[in-house]
């Protein structure tokens, strides 16, 4: 078993990420700026460009990546993690599960 470079959290665990924590949305304008929004905070770096914006940042800065469903945000964590950064974190379920109205309770 091969451990991840990143960790996963799920929307419910935002609020737990500390302010020194970088918010990198990975979409694509159109995304970013769409009807799932995007998370208070986030800078858009499309998964394209990240490889070039990251060069200039510090490895040891935590970052949390965030995409639509988090397939991208946790194909940019491998990336980031390959590239020598440290404390990557991946929004489990993406912006999908941020917006996802919550499930209703069973009466009875």
Known sequence: MTLR????ITPSQLDTLGPEVRRIDVREPDEYTGPLGHLPGAELVPLATLEA?????PREAPLLLICRSGGRSAQAARLLAHGGFKH?????????????PLAPRPQG
Not at 5 to 8: A, I, L, S
Not at 88 to 99: D, E, I, K, T, Y
């Open 53 to 57: 914006a990251a060069s200039a940042w």
């Open 5 to 8: 470079p990143y960790q996963d």
């Open 88 to 100: 990557l974190f991946n929004l489990a379920g993406g912006m999908l599960a941020v917006r996802e």
